[in-house]
């Protein structure tokens, strides 16, 4: 978890949401302008699209409005507002994945299933390595290197024990590594 | 400690959530095979986390910002639905946001529907600024940009009643939208459909088109906007009122002949 430096009179983002809480609407505002860049990365990752990010970065601080009162305080507020950021990024791949059903699309197995399927860059093969894995091990992977957030947090946000996140965890990098020299392969066969 | 334990604890070290022993060092410095497996996986995680993100916008930020102080002033007031306490509590809500009995009421209509999210139109229709965005119509009539009809979709009615109150907030930031919109040479057209039920036309299937879908939603109103291209009609869309307050927006490129 990152360390943020801030003087000893600014409150914290528990103090903030406290406010909010109460009924302070102004409250919302430093905890948006702090927190609202790391959600959107985290979104951005978790559901690949940027413009979705946005939608959801409104999404996830209108749910912190709505369950105001559920913040007890039991863990940091940074990993509570991941855990709203993590289930609206659940019901955004839900929602997609229901109108493909709807639309009936046949699923393509060349395309990744997040619709990227670009890999002649390194990037993009990185890319595409990553949407091949499940999605709740991607989650935690992406949470664990991208977020700096400790197995413990990871846990309280998806909902799981530690010791699962930790296997996943390293499931995951094992699998991503393998798809990754496994497409680059492919693309230097090409 | 073996290859295997060595390796375990690398990946606890490079994911953030591992503290080093003090037999881990010595094991890699022993061991060629778990060297390279570290040089690997540290290049790996660091692919990961330089992979390329483009920033938020911040004109969408900040109208964002401003949207939620909004509603939260609005929603402070009426006091929220707080669910019951559990981990997929938020999983239980749609994309489009539900806010407390009282504001969904308000925008799902019913007898006092006037005084839904869509009285909003007949307020600009009769504003002073409603006179401003003639002007606007016509300016916006030499525009070359693509037009885009936004479809305001409110939640099935509930038939239950709102104050004026919350009439009034409504209306005052759906008509700060709409003037901002104006003085952005935005705007072509904004109507508010009528409460009444209206007249269905056809096969059944009509009723899945985009007066009443499947889910219940009802077309209220549009705004018709000038906008580069679907995204950036989206871009526009979010900045609105509209989604903090519970109703969906389908956009639509108008085609011009």
């Not at chain 1, 990010?53 to 991941?82: I, M």
């Not at chain 1, 020299?181 to 492919?186: A, P």
């Not at chain 2, 508010?192 to 209220?220: C, F, I, Q, V």
Request: with cysteine; proline share 5%.
């Amino acid at each position: 978890m990152p360390v943020v430096n801030r003087s000893p009179s600014m409150p914290t983002d528990e103090m903030l949401m406290g406010r909010v809480a109460a009924g302070d609407a102004d409250a919302l505002g430093p905890l948006f302008d702090r927190h609202h860049a790391s959600i959107y990365a985290l979104c951005t990752r978790l559901c690949g699209d940027d413009h979705t990010a946005s939608d959801l970065v409104q999404e996830v601080f209108l749910r912190v409005l709505r369950f105001k009162e559920s913040f007890r305080g039991d863990s940091s507020f940074r990993t509570w507002l991941y855990r709203i950021a993590h289930n609206a990024c659940i019901d955004e791949r839900r929602r997609v994945q229901s109108s493909r059903e709807e639309a009936l699309i046949e699923p393509d197995s060349v395309v990744a299933p997040d619709g990227r399927h670009d890999t002649s860059s390194r990037e993009a093969t990185l890319d595409a390595a990553l949407s091949r894995l499940a999605p709740d091990a991607r989650d935690v992977l992406l949470m664990a290197c991208c977020d700096g957030l400790t197995y413990r947090q990871i846990a309280s946000v998806v909902g799981a024990t530690e010791g699962a996140v930790r296997v996943r965890a390293h499931r995951a990098l094992r699998k991503l590594r393998s798809l990754v020299e496994k497409l680059e392969e492919q693309r230097n066969d090409v | 400690m073996t290859c295997e334990q060595a390796c375990e604890t690398l990946l606890d070290e490079l994911l953030g959530s591992g503290e080093r022993t003090a037999s881990t060092p010595d094991h890699f410095e022993s061991c060629p095979s778990c060297r390279s497996e570290r040089r690997a996986m540290k290049e790996l995680i660091s692919r990961v986390r330089a992979l390329q993100m483009a920033p938020p916008d911040p004109q969408v930020i900040s109208a964002m910002r401003e949207t939620l102080l909004a509603a939260a002033r609005d929603t402070t007031g009426l006091g929220i639905e707080t669910p019951p306490p559990g981990i997929h509590e938020t999983a239980r809500v749609r994309r489009t946001p539900r806010m407390n009995p009282r504001w969904t009421r308000f925008l799902a209509g019913g007898a006092a529907a006037a005084a839904g999210a869509l009285i909003t139109f007949a307020v600009m229709r009769s504003s002073p600024a409603r006179a401003r965005g003639a002007e606007t119509t016509i300016s916006t009539a030499m525009d070359t940009r693509p037009r885009f009809m936004l479809l305001l979709l409110d939640p099935a009615p509930s038939g239950l009643q709102s104050t004026a109150e919350e009439v009034r907030r409504v209306v005052a930031v759906h008509r700060a939208w709409a003037d901002r919109l104006r003085s952005d040479g935005r705007l072509v057209l904004a109507e508010k459909l009528s409460d009444d039920p209206g007249r269905l036309l056809g096969s059944a299937r009509a009723s899945d088109t985009l007066a009443y879908t499947r889910s219940g939603d009802r077309l209220g109103g549009f705004y018709i906007i000038r906008a580069d291209s679907y995204d950036d009609a989206k871009r526009v869309a979010r900045t609105g009122p509209a989604l903090p307050l519970g109703e969906r927006i389908e956009i639509r490129l108008i085609e011009d002949n």
